[in-house]
């Protein structure tokens, strides 16, 4: 594993360093690494920036970055310049922005629309002369009773309802693979029992289009776990 620290006298300034480690830091770790500006990287590295009181606290911060369990890249001490402080700069920008962004209220935001729109589309049908013949029809081709459908619906939605809450209280770990398997199950719920309303087949698009942001932000979401830093 490289790991480079510039050998420079002893000195009472503080040094500045650039710590490479490979993966990006989730958002919550940033108050953990303070003083420092944190960059995520294209490539998938994430980059901490900035002053270090002397060998001791960089000793220190690598024993942080040890614990969390991701791989070291490159320790450098820097020059103080214009360029530097400015790449700070936009690093802690960035930081900020992703702060925003909290991926368990994202998901939950998700259900809420797929919920909504599913409940709009029950209530749409209902409207429509003949509703009762098309559920008789889904119920023959999909070889079951309108009970058995309708315990089927009931099932469906109030696992929806469930991950609005689940999206936002569920660790890390199972809250991603909780979030891919029901929106997967929950698409191929949508198109399996699908109607042949013109209103139904557009929802249930909208619907869809909202279960692949989920499958995907939740297959995207990355966050460090490790051991005793469980937070």
């Not at 940033?30 to 980059?47: K, P, Q, R, S, V």
């Not at 939605?157 to 199972?174: D, H, N, P, T």
Request: hydrophobic letters at 50%; glycine letters at 8%.
């Amino acid at each position: 594993m490289p790991n480079r620290l510039d050998t420079q006298p002893v000195s009472l300034e503080p040094m500045i360093v650039q710590i490479r480690i490979r993966g990006h830091l989730d958002s919550q770790w940033t108050d953990w690494f303070e003083g420092l500006a944190i960059t995520l990287e294209e490539n998938g590295d994430t980059l901490l920036y900035g002053p270090v009181a002397d060998q001791a606290a960089l000793h220190g911060l690598l024993k942080k970055v040890r614990d969390l369990g991701m791989p070291l890249v490159s320790v450098n001490q820097v020059q103080i310049n214009e360029t530097q402080q400015d790449h700070s700069e936009q690093g802690e920008t960035r930081m900020n922005s992703i702060k925003k962004v909290d991926p368990k209220v994202l998901l939950s935001t998700l259900w809420i629309v797929v919920m909504i729109n599913m409940l709009k589309a029950d209530i749409l049908s209902l409207n429509i002369p003949g509703a009762m013949e098309e559920v008789v029809k889904t119920a023959a081709s999909a070889s079951a009773s309108i009970l058995q459908l309708m315990l089927m619906g009931a099932i469906m939605g109030q696992l929806g309802i469930a991950m609005i809450i689940l999206s936002r209280v569920l660790k890390y770990g199972i809250n991603r693979w909780a979030n891919i398997v029901v929106g997967i199950v929950t698409i191929a719920y949508i198109w399996g029992g699908a109607a042949s309303y013109p209103h139904y087949i557009f929802i249930a698009m909208v619907e869809t289009l909202c279960l692949l942001l989920i499958i995907g932000v939740a297959w995207m979401w990355r966050h460090v776990e490790h051991g005793f830093f469980n937070r």
